[in-house]
C-alpha cells in the first residue's frame, strides 16, 4: 500500500493513494476545515475539549460518521522532558494497529525531514509538534486514511512549561497530558451540499493549508 504524506492544517496526514483524486481532495479539504474553523472559535489553550468538540462536529458534518472515540489522562512528571515526535508516536502506537502505526511513524519522520530544511511554513506547525515550543500549550494530532475511506486519528495535547531543547519541552508536573483517538467513515455524497461552501471559506485562507511531505510504500 503507497500512501501520500501531508501536513494538513497542521495535522499530519498519510492517505492511501489508491483513493481516488476527488475523494483524496475531499479529504484534505474536510481535515483542514475542521481543524481550522476550531481553531478559529478556541485558539491557543483555552477550552481544548470544545475544541475537539467543535472539531468532531466540523467534520460530521462534512459527510465523515465518527465512531470508536476514545478519551484518557496521564499524569506529566516533574522534570521529565518530552520529545515532540515520540509524544504523538507513542500514542500512535498505542491506539492504531501495526501497519498504520508504521506509516504514522514514516510521516513523523518525513515531517521532521522538512522541518529541518526549513520547508514547514510555521502556520502548519501549529499542532505538529515539529520544533521547539513557543506557547504554553501544545496539541498534536496525526491520522491515516485507507483506501475505504476510513479515517483514524489520535492526538494528544498538554500544558508545557518551557523548552527543554530542540524538540523537547517540559511538561507541567501535576497536570494530564490528553491523549484522544477516534475513527470515522467519509461519505462523499454527503459532503456534496456542502463542498463548495467548504472550498471558498478555505481559499480565504492567507496561507495553503495542505503541503506534502513526502511517499510511503509498505506491505498491506
Sequence with gaps: MTYSLYVNAGVVLAVSQALSPAIKKDVLDTVAFATLAADEDFPGELNDEQWFDTHSDMLTACGWSLFAQEMDQVPTVEGQSLSARAAIGQVAELRLPGHQTAVISAALEALASVSRRGELPERLGQH??????????????????????ILSIVSVSFNTREQAGKGRVLPVSGRHATRRAYAARFNQDQFEAFRQDTIEWLAQEPQPACIEIGVFSGPM
Excluded: C
Excluded at 137 to 143: E, I, K, P, T, Y
Design 128 to 149: 505538529s509538534l515539529v520544533s521547539d515550543a513557543q506557547t504554553s500549550w501544545l496539541r498534536a494530532m496525526v491520522g491515516i486514511v485507507e483506501d475505504n475511506g
